[in-house]
């Protein structure tokens, strides 16, 4: 299983950027899918999270209306469109695979990792 990420850069606090994860080698269409970020010096945390047919998504409180996930089984991509950026969304992003029946904010439910793509926002 391959996950790659792309999207990431360096935008000014309040503006956009839309990320994507390409997941190849396994059924897409059958697993949850999630985003996550790892500031530096802070424990990796849930962003958001789609399950398998797209019809029930979940955030962070804190990115809540101002991020939005999505996916498209037909090409195997789930993307993270991320408006009014704040410094403090500053990480590196990862998206990631679910092995899970259920849906789940834990990490360690989640068993395919990208590489992460940095974002950083100035204030």
């Known amino acids: 299983v391959q996950l790659v990420e792309s999207g990431g850069g360096l935008v000014q606090a309040g503006g956009s950027l839309r990320l994507s994860c390409a997941a190849s080698?396994?059924?897409?269409?059958?697993?949850?899918m999630g985003w996550f970020r790892q500031a530096p010096g802070k424990e990796r945390e849930f962003v958001a999270a789609?399950?398998?047919?797209?019809?029930?998504?979940y955030y962070k409180d804190s990115v809540k209306g101002r991020f939005t996930i999505s996916r498209d089984n037909a090409k195997n991509t789930v993307s993270l469109q991320m408006d009014s950026l704040k410094p403090e969304d500053t990480a590196v992003y990862y998206c990631?695979?679910?092995?899970?029946?259920?849906?789940?904010?834990?990490?360690?439910?989640?068993?395919?990792w990208g590489q992460g793509t940095q974002v950083t926002v100035s204030s």
């Open positions: 080698g396994r059924t897409f269409s059958s697993a949850h």
């Open positions: 990631a695979i679910s092995e899970a029946y259920f849906y789940s904010p834990d990490d360690s439910t989640y068993a395919y």
């Open positions: 789609i399950t398998r047919t797209g019809n029930n998504v």
